[in-house]
Nanobody, 124 residues
Framework: QVQLVESGGGLVQAGDSLRLSCAAS????????MGWFRQAPGKEREFVAAITRSGATTDYPDSVKGRFTISRDNAKNTVYLQMNSLKPEDTAIYYCAARSALTLTTRQYDYASWGQGTQVTVSS
């Protein structure tokens, strides 16, 4: 099992950038597919980004494609989410998740390990 801790959230203005980090401990993060999800008040948790073990392949929904970038540094057991051109609708709690499998997936139920989340608030 891997333990995940997110950081980097905060309050920013529309158009600003923010970088989230997810530090993994326990079993090395390089053994996992990593994902980012978010949940806004009153809404269901939604997929934001995912990256394969090697970092060679990534996936994003249309809502963030071109603005968000997921990356990983397996030597540091850390996954990042670079968020540019932030919009008020990006406001949510952002969660890091890990999946011990070979294929990317956008379904939250396919990820077994979760962090506690970090709040991102974008003001207009």
């Amino acid at each position: 099992q891997v333990q995940l801790v997110e950081s980097g959230g905060g309050l920013v203005q529309a158009g600003d950038s923010l970088r989230l980090s997810c530090a993994a401990s326990g079993r090395t993060s390089g053994s996992y597919i990593m994902g980012w999800f978010r949940q806004a008040p009153g809404k269901e948790r939604e997929f934001v980004a995912a990256i394969t073990r090697s970092g060679a392949t990534t996936d994003y929904p249309d809502s963030v494609k071109g603005r968000f970038t997921i990356s990983r540094d397996n030597a540091k057991n850390t996954v990042y989410l670079q968020m540019n051109s932030l919009k008020p609708e990006d406001t949510a709690i952002y969660y890091c998740a890990a999946r011990s499998a070979l294929t990317l997936t956008t379904r939250q139920y396919d990820y077994a390990s979760w962090g506690q989340g970090t709040q991102v608030t974008v003001s207009s």
